[in-house]
């Protein structure tokens, strides 16, 4: 788990108000993160503050200059000139809680004990939709152990439908 701290919050709030009117932020952040995770070195190098600013300016440019947002280099720029790389991730997953929460979003995991065909998954949205008066982001999961029903896992709170939860209730009780 990232912890993250108030300035992440600070950067991840000057990236959403960057991001208003373009809506494309997310989906680069989400790229850039890859990158960064995926080279240690990389990170390491821009935001070593022993090595030349300008030669961690080009590094950056060499990697992602114009493959991104320009206002997003200028933002990766920013936090390579302020050694706060090494918080991209961070920054990254309370910008897009910040995201959703600008634009009503609600992300919900959804287990099933079979693939759903696009028709329930479709009318499953619409039902969250209408209760949680929210747009629904779903993350789809199957787990044939839970033999019917589903289960919802929205922010902290678990709702347990499942066939498996039933049975495992029910035993408790007749003991």
Known sequence: ??????SDKIYAQSLLELDIENNQVI??????????????????T???PS??????????????KN????KLYRFLEILTEKNKITRFEAIEKCYETKYNEFNNI?????????????????KIIQILESKLNKNIMPK?????SIIG?????????????????KLESFSKIMK
């Open 67 to 70: 493959k991104i947002d320009n």
């Open 51 to 64: 090595i030349n600013i300008s030669h961690r300016k080009e590094i950056l440019e060499q990697v992602f």
């Open 1 to 6: 788990m990232t912890y993250i701290n108030q």
């Open 46 to 48: 821009l935001s070593n």
């Open 106 to 122: 609600k992300e919900v995991e959804i287990t099933s004990a079979i693939d759903l065909n696009d028709g329930y998954r479709q």
């Open 27 to 44: 989906a680069e952040l989400s790229e850039i993160n890859e990158v960064l995770k995926s080279s240690k070195e990389l990170v390491m």
């Open 140 to 144: 789809w999961n199957t787990d044939k």
């Open 149 to 165: 029903g589903l289960i919802f896992k929205i922010g902290d709170t678990l709702i347990d439908t499942s066939v498996k939860h």
